[in-house]
Structure formats: C-alpha cells, structure tokens
C-alpha cells in the first residue's frame, strides 16, 4: 500500500482524540545544529479545519489492527473499517516532511493494540527513539501509553516524549465493563502512577534526564455512555491532585461508521462538551471546586456557562466592589477573566476604577453589570431574584471548540 | 504644524519624539506622514534644533510598549505612539495601562501586533525546493506570506530554531528575509527574484499534506465559524490547505455529517480481525 493511502486511513482512524496541544515543552532550539525542530513551551496551531479543532501535530496511529473491541472505538476488532499499518520508517519521515513545511510542531502517536501491550509500546518508543536520537528532532513528541504496557517501557517513553497520555475514555467501572471488556480501570491509573512517579523521580533535580516535561493528559468520552457532568468534573478534579495531570479532555462522541448498537448514533453533544471544557478551566485556573460547581445537580446548565451559574447560585457574595475585593474574588465575577483581573489590579493602584474602565477593558459588562460595584456605579439589578436574572442573561450559544490549548 | 516623516522607522521616529518632548510640544501640534499621502492642512514646519530645555523621563517598560506597538500598520500609526510618550512624560503613567482609553488603543495594537507574530509562526507555508535548484540557490526553503502588520523582521528568527541549518527565505509583498543557515539578510523592500522563488515554486509534496488536513478533519463536528476566528481567510491561498476548506464544508453539509469518517475511508473494503491473528 502506498504511504499516501495509509495516511489517509490512519489519520482518519486518530481523528476522534481531542488532544493536540504542543505546549508546555521545555525550551529547545536547532540553530546551527543537525537536525530539527524547537521548543518554547507556547503551543502552535498551525492550522485548523471545518470541524473547529486546531492542527497542532501529526496525530495518526501507527497501525488502526486492533485486538480490542472496545464499542465506541472506530477500530475495535469487529469494525469494518480499511486497515493499515505504517512502519516506523514512515512515521518518521512524514512527521519531518510535515515539520519542515511549517504544517505542525511535532507528533502525536497512538496505535491499535497489536500481538501484545508490550509489543506496541515498544513499536511507538522505536519511533519516538529514531526522531530524537537517528535525526535529532527537538520537536514536540506526544505518546499514546498503553495501560498493560510494562512499566518500563512507560519509564522509556517518558525519557524520549514531552507529553505522555493514558486514555480514560470511559469513567466509571460499569461503563468500562460494558463498552471496553478488555480495559480495566486499575490498569490505567497504574500506568498514570507510573508517569506520575517518573515525574517525581525528577522534580527540583535541573540535572536530572527530562520526564514528560509537557505532563500527562487523558481524555474521557462525552455522550457515549449515561455517566453525567458531576461525575466526570469529580473524576478529573481527582486526576490532576492524585497524579497530577496537567489535561483532561473531553471528547463528544462522534457516531461511528458500523456503529453497534451499544453506543449512541446521534450528533456529538458538543453544547455539553463546551461546557465541561469551561468547568474544567475553571476547576485548573480559578481555584473553583467541582462540588461548587455542581452541587446536588447531575448536569451542568447548557443554557449558561458554569460561572455565571456560580455566581447567580452564592448571590451573597455579590455585588462585589472591584476596587476593594481581592483578586481571588475578582476572578468569580462573571464576564471578567483572569487577564482583565490582573489589569483591574494595576489600574486600581493608579485610581479608583470607574465603570467605563470595565468597557476599556473588554469586560463582558453584560454578564459582569449585575455583580459589581465601581466607584461610579451600584447595580439596579442587586435586588433582582436570581431566577430572573438568569432568564435575562441565558442566551443561545452556538457550541465553540475550545481548550485544546495546554 | 510639523509636519514629519520616519520613514516608518521605529529609530527614526525615537529621534524625533525626542526632539519634540525636549521643546515641549504638544502631540496637537504634530503630525507624522502615513504613506504618500500628507495631511493637506498641514503647514510643515521643521523639527526645532537641538534636544531642548525639557529632560523628560520615561520608564524603559514604556519604550519596549511602544517598539512593539508602532509595528502596527494602521490610521495614526505614530501620532497614537507620541501622544502617549506625552502623557506619561508629563507624569500621568494610566496612558500606558489597558484601563484607560488611550492606553487601551494601545494594547489593542500591540495584541494584534503580537497575533500577527503568532500568525506568522503559524502560517507560514514553506515549499522545499528541488535539490538542483536548492544548490543553484542556496536555498532549501521558500515561504511567500502576507502579513497585515511589519512583524517579518522581529518575529522571525523563531524559523532559525526550529530550522537548524536549512536555508530558507519568507518573502511579503513588501519586505523579505533569508537565513543561510547561520546569518540572516533582512531587506525592506523585498528583492524582486525573491517572490519570483517564493511565488512559483512548485510543491507536488504538498499532496501528502491535503491528504492528512482531510482525513484529520471530522464532518460530525462542522464548525465553520470557529475556523474562520482562528485562521483568516486572507491567509488561506498561501496554504496549500487553503482550497480544501470549501469543498470540505460543502461535503460535510451534504449529508457526510452523519458520522466522522471520510469518504474516501468509507469507500475502501473494511477488514474485521479475528482474536487469534
């Protein structure tokens, strides 16, 4: 098969995993060097396609056989789709092509299981082994893990790649029973812990080999299965303080060719990933917790975005004056975000801030108006009940991929 | 009036500024030229001699603003830069914040100044030439890109790091700039064999590239408007990508939204596996 086909079918069959950031790498540079490729820590989109999603890296598998049939999963063993498998040669050589072209900043290489865990790890390290030590690539390198893999192998993954992940795909055990009989649950987190514990072995030794310097990152599948919105934030909000992961994406699940009829054939529910998205940075960079977010509730709102929902559930926090409240407070007023509070800060220890400094600013004053005092303004709305409130600020918003950076 | 030029030289505009600060000019009472086209009520009278009385002092953080921000190509262009210098000059330091509304003019252009670098880093599609050619010129790479602000010259030393020792040349319609491996030659007006290389250079390579930009994109999440937010369609026919966005679109909306994968996938025979293989 000629390597233009095989592209094709591997690349269609990588499609359906979120992750593409090529930030948070360590700073490398080929000036006046063999090889190729940087490093800056900034992510580079470097392109992006009718479906919203940034191109980032070559995302592809090395071979789309498969020995597992897990249900949501385009490959699984009893899928009727094309086959191919690339050898580590190819990989090679598109992952320069493409780089050289300025087309994306590195790889990402994921593969069907094939023989044994063992046996693909070692296939995705042979790759990850011929860029960085046969060519000298100093690009971004991003590694599926196989969760049964030995740990050794994981460890030397770790030594050669910026980011590994280990996909959670399905959060509870019951789901990961139904949908993915091969999987197990305590096999992934044992994979995480290894990451986790490599990472450790070299946190505060500068000298020290580099260890997924990018961090680990896994994705869970949205809509597949009945699991709702509380228990996937609580799930992640454990993953990044157990194993200190530094992504959790979800991915809406997008109907399958051949679909089984164990799995949904609808559209991805892209509003509901969104939303999850944005909870999930508020959980990272807001200092929020998911039970805040959450509450008793299973799902978070689709018709408002889950800050405003905080905000608009702890009115007794509000009207807060933004000359006065400190900056962690700042930063729960709807339609102001972290960069506008930082902003906000060095202006007020030049003057007090007036309301039109707020539209100087490009705060969102729509959502912000109802929760904030100035030294020229107290909102008319502070007596407003909140189910009235949210009656006037819902709006329909049409879904945005996002949070594909990090 | 005074009515000066720079030559939209960042150096030659510091000069000037200066000068004007030190007599105590009002930014009123100037105005830079933009372009061929001078400000007709302008009576041009000439830049007073030597530094004059006033000793102004202005925080270093404030220069680095503004280099970033006279980038920007746009309707006051210099005159926006020095009636900031002015005001902060003066002792009012809010001119430079994003809070107030001169300030805020201000960021605006340094952000979009610095989202045109990004672009540029982003976009930028280099074609590799053919090895005869590559030895007659020199050259292994050439890129032909429009950026929308003057950000060639100080963004793109990003190219030599990630590039090693490949020679490779970015012309633009106005300026250009070529790295031979160890040095750069920037040139302000961009020679004209320059875009002649970058313009027609010929990339059937490029199919592979199509290829994988078609395969990786999911028509059940069509999204056309989140493209064009991050990517601009002025910057689409230098990608070699470029042509596909439409029919994509097109395809996707005729019924291949139903699920994810492509076409050309769903028409080769499929191959289901056996446990034991």
Known sequence: MQLIAKLGILADAAKYDASCASSGAPKRSSRGSEGLGATDG???CHSYTPDGRCVSLLKVLLTNFCLYDCQYCVNRRSSNVPRARFTPEEVVRLTLDFYRRNCISGLFLSSGIIRSADYTMEQLIRVARLLREEHNFRGYIHLKTIPDADPLLIEEAGRLADRLSVNIELPTDASLKRLAPEKQAHTIRQAMGVIHRGQQAVAGEPKAPRFTPAGQSTQVIVGADATDDSTLLRNAESLYHGYGLKRVYYSAFSPIPDSPDSVPLAAPPLLREHRLYQADFL???????????????????????????????????????????????????????????????????????????????????????????????????????????????????????????? | MIALDCDDLFATWRDQARTLLGHGIDPAEVSWAQGPIDDLLAVPTTLPDGPGPFRAKVPAALLNLLEQAARYRGEQRWNLLYEVLWRVAHGDRTAMLAGDRLGSELHRRIKQVSREAHHLHAFVRFVPLPEALAEQLQLDLVAYHEPAHDILHSASAHFADRLGRQRWLIATPQDGIRFDGSAFDYQRNCPEDWQQWARNADDPGAELWRTYYRHTFN???????????????????????????????????????????????????????????
């Open chain 1, 42 to 44: 900034m992510g580079i």
């Open chain 1, 283 to 406: 959980l990272r960079g807001y200092g929020y917790k998911a039970g805040e977010l959450l509450g008793e509730a299973g799902n978070l709102a689709l018709d408002i975005d889950p800050k405003l929902a905080w905000a608009l559930a702890n009115r007794e926090v509000f009207p807060l004056d933004v000359n006065r409240a400190e900056p962690a407070l700042l930063a729960r007023i709807p339609g102001i975000g972290l960069r506008s509070v930082q902003r906000l800060v060095a202006l007020r220890r030049e003057r007090r801030v007036r309301y039109d400094d707020l539209i100087q600013l490009r705060c969102v004053l729509d959502k912000a108006r109802p929760f904030i005092i100035t030294s020229d303004y107290r909102p008319a709305q502070g007596e407003l009940r909140s189910g009235l409130l949210r009656a006037q600020l819902r709006e329909p918003q049409a879904p945005v991929q996002m949070g594909l950076w990090g």
């Open chain 2, 219 to 277: 028509p059940a999440r069509l999204n056309p408007d989140a493209l064009r937010m991050h990517m601009p369609g002025r910057f689409w026919r230098h990608l070699p990508e470029g042509m596909l966005i439409p029919q994509l679109e097109g395809l996707a909306r005729q019924g291949k939204q139903r699920d994810g994968q492509a076409s050309e996938v769903a028409g080769q025979r499929g191959k289901q596996i056996n446990r034991s293989e």
